[in-house]
């Protein structure tokens, strides 16, 4: 590490550095062409576009897409042993918990009640990703209205 050129003088140490070169300033339209292709890059980056694959209507997000905050989350990815009793262990150490619904005949989602929806939020964010098994991450979004 080198010492401040200050403090090499007071020792006596002082050596000249070489010169760094000056920065070249961008003139303004390319910098404008570079705001505008930045600008371009990144709406393309958004949910249901991915380079080289065609969009097709009915398949924007094959993922549940995201849906406002609400009392009710819902839950998917869940494995075939899932039952109430295991979701409401989970769930109920959450302020505002209600109860927890299964879906007849779908063991893969479910669907859990709180008393607004802060506390939902709150549930959500601390439980996303939640391995149930090593195999299933459990997927948390607000349910539709």
Do not use: C, W
């Amino acid at each position: 590490m080198r010492e401040s050129d200050l403090i090499a003088k007071m020792k006596g140490t002082y050596s000249e550095r070489p010169k760094k070169p000056k920065r070249v300033t961008v003139p303004a339209e390319e910098e404008a062409k570079r705001a505008k292709k930045k600008a371009k890059d990144q709406s393309k980056q958004q949910v249901g576009y991915h380079s080289g694959v065609p969009t097709h209507l009915g398949m924007m997000n094959a993922a549940v897409p995201e849906q406002p905050p609400n009392q009710i989350l819902f839950l998917t990815n869940l494995p075939d042993e899932t039952s109430e009793m295991m979701l409401s262990m989970l769930f109920n150490q959450f302020p505002g918990f209600k109860e927890v619904r299964l879906v007849p005949n779908r063991h893969d989602i479910a669907f859990v009640e709180f008393e607004n929806e802060v506390q939902s939020g709150a549930a959500k964010d601390a439980l996303q990703g939640f391995k149930i098994t090593p195999s299933h991450a459990m997927k948390i979004s607000f349910a539709k209205k």
